[in-house]
């Protein structure tokens, strides 16, 4: 089945640096990727839709100069957590859209842990 | 617009037992639903999915969901839980291009 990869699965990083992780549709290509942002025990909250070759639509409440993403290719799309802070530590889960005969399933990649210390 | 609302929280089962996780949703789209799992620490795996074909859809692992669309309802069962089916369960709703998630259920299983 189609598989959706995310890397790093965990990343610790200095207050003040940038991160960015990678969200991989690995055997099928897609022009709309989702960022989503789970808090411990909550459900997960959307931060914005990517789309191949044009700026990402945000959520309203996240800053994008923040929350920097990058849909280069079809099958890619990079989130980076700039200036990061250590309430931005959170997990980070993307998801990736199919068409055509599947019915535009969504997919899920592994998830990204980011702790700022 | 459109809105997910999981009944249920938590559900306790014991092992072998069913396994019932409602889900009611609204929609102004025909929507496409589906049931996802969520293992501690790791990501969201499809279990099912309705997109406007069979009401009654199985997915992995022995589960199956039946839409309703006069009740707006989306439940999700398995005739005997399994010890590895303790998750957390998210009923998701897709009506134009967004998704909408419920609250999730916690899902534990009895020895």
């Known amino acids: 089945g189609a598989v959706v990869s995310q890397h790093p699965s965990r990343v610790i990083c200095k207050s003040g640096t940038s991160v960015k992780i990678e969200c991989r549709s690995l055997d099928f290509q897609a022009t709309t990727m989702f960022w989503y942002r789970q808090f411990p025990k909550q459900s997960l909250m959307l931060m914005a839709t990517?789309?191949?070759?044009?700026?990402?639509?945000?959520e309203q409440g996240v800053e994008k100069d923040k929350f920097l993403i990058n849909h280069a290719s079809l099958t890619l799309s990079t989130l980076t957590v700039t200036s990061a802070h250590p309430e931005d530590s959170s997990f980070y889960i993307c998801?990736?859209?199919?068409?055509?005969?599947?019915?535009?399933?969504?997919?899920f990649g592994e998830g990204s842990w980011l702790t700022v210390v | 617009a459109q809105s997910v609302t999981q009944l249920d929280s938590h559900v306790s089962v014991s092992e072998g037992t069913p396994v019932l996780l409602r889900c009611n949703y609204s929609s102004s789209y025909s929507p496409s639903l589906f049931w996802y799992v969520q293992h501690p620490n790791k990501g969201l795996q499809l279990l099912l999915k309705y997109t406007s074909a069979a009401t009654l859809v199985k997915g992995i692992n022995g589960f199956e969901a039946e839409f309703k669309k006069s009740e707006t309802s989306f439940h999700l069962t398995k005739p005997s839980a399994h010890m590895s089916d303790a998750a957390e369960y998210f009923c998701?709703?897709?009506?134009?291009?967004?998704?909408?998630f419920g609250a999730g259920t916690t899902v534990t299983v009895r020895a």
């Open positions: 998801s990736a859209q199919t068409g055509g005969n599947s019915g535009n399933t969504i997919y």
């Open positions: 998701v709703v897709k009506g134009d291009y967004k998704l909408s």
């Open positions: 990517s789309n191949e070759g044009s700026k990402a639509t945000y």
